[in-house]
């Protein structure tokens, strides 16, 4: 896994306090934290650099959004979301480019 977010850093994003996490809430945020890296490595490239602090937001998005999709967001949330998210992804992909 290239995407270095913890259980913690997304807890946090969400708004939940550590003494809150169950079994089941924590066994749930890891799977969407891996979810998070799949896409990101689909979105950006299998050797995104999961270190970088855009990734590593975006890493944390993601993985609060999955997690959260019980929950509904207004327009104008999804449209920032998508916004910011649309941005730090072809910020990645062109730095990744100049790498090789």
């Known amino acids: 896994m290239n995407l270095q977010i913890t259980l913690e850093d997304v807890a946090d994003y969400l708004?939940?306090?550590?003494?809150?996490?169950?079994?089941?809430?924590?066994v749930n945020i890891?799977?969407?934290i891996s979810a998070?890296?799949?896409?990101?490595?689909?979105?950006?490239?299998?050797?995104y650099d999961g270190s970088d602090p855009?990734?590593?937001?975006?890493?944390?998005?993601?993985?609060?959004?999955?997690?959260s999709t019980r929950g509904v967001m207004?327009?104008?949330?999804?449209?920032?979301?998508?916004?910011?998210?649309?941005?730090?992804i072809l910020q990645l992909r062109l730095e990744g480019r100049g790498d090789s």
């Open 54 to 67: 855009r990734a590593k937001e975006l890493g944390i998005m993601v993985a609060a959004e999955l997690y």
């Open 74 to 88: 207004t327009a104008k949330q999804e449209s920032s979301f998508r916004r910011i998210a649309s941005s730090f």
């Open 15 to 26: 708004g939940i306090e550590s003494s809150e996490i169950d079994q089941m809430a924590e």
């Open 36 to 47: 998070a890296d799949s896409f990101l490595k689909g979105a950006i490239g299998e050797d």
């Open 30 to 32: 890891h799977r969407q």
